[in-house]
């Protein structure tokens, strides 16, 4: 069985248990040093019942897991959330899991898994520590990584090593502010990539613009998607307004700290050229100084297993390649 390294202890042996929780899904997975889910569990999201109803949903998946033969082996524990999270305190406070408030979800699962070790990252630094260890990042030793969804989120690789920052956050594209007089954003700001570039905001805006659904009422951004690769002009525009607000943050986070490659996933990502070309035009506009302008964007290829593979490689799976400074323990 491989190895994996556990930044608090050392070379631990046997795989890892990965948790990824979202609003949707909460999934787990045994995950060994070659990134195969060896074994998988999955429940819903009670995602608007009280803290310990979710939290009784965990714990189910975990169980699930303890009862096959591999549960002996894992050492560790890690867990990609949708945040804020707060890895320094080990806590979650998921804006789509309004029962979860600061709730002390480390300290919650050590106690499920017997007192392992557990590592807490947000779901889009487990992402950029997926693409990192297996995925499109791999090999490049400062690299941004985003999740373009329901949300933006982000995470960073600086130095050949992920980036998590004192709680967890750093690398959060999706807020910065790219339009400074633009609407308010959830997160209390003006202008956030994540109010213009996210899958619902993409939707709205080219409802608000025109744009009608099919016959059978389809109003996401995957229908937009489908309507812009077909020509429809308001589609496309509301798809173009989206990739030069992710151009724009990109651009700025490239130049404050160099990175050479963007990876890009998540559901939006799904449209293809209908983001990816908008965006690698303004993003030809936007990063213009001599150190980034040979930035690359590309998509993301770790796919659903992102959050699984990131949560695994937070707790020290996959060797040095994707080591963590272990937040949250």
Known sequence: MPKHTDPATGPVPGPVVALDIGGTKIAGALVDGEGRLRVRAQRPTPAREDGETVMKAVEAVLEELAATPLWAAARAVGIGSAGPVDASRGTVSPVNVPGWRDFPLVERVRRATGGRPVTLVGDGVAMTAAEHWLGAARGHDNALCLVVSTGVGGGLVLDGRLHPGPTGNAGHLGHISVDLDGDPCACGGRGCVERIASGPHIARRALEN???????????????????????????????????????????????????????????????????????????????????????VVPAVTGTDAGLLGAAAAAGCGGTGAAWPGPGR
């Open 210 to 296: 025109g744009w009608r659904p099919g016959p059978e009422g389809d109003a996401t951004a995957a229908a937009v998607a489908v309507a812009a690769r077909a020509g429809d002009p308001i589609a496309v525009a509301s798809f173009e307004r989206a990739a030069q607000a992710l151009a724009a943050g990109i651009a700025a986070t490239a130049t404050l700290v160099e990175i050479d490659i963007a990876v890009v996933g998540g559901g939006v990502a799904g449209a293809g050229e209908v983001l990816f070309g908008p965006l690698r035009r303004s993003l030809a506009t936007y990063a213009t100084l001599s150190f980034v302008r040979n930035l690359t």
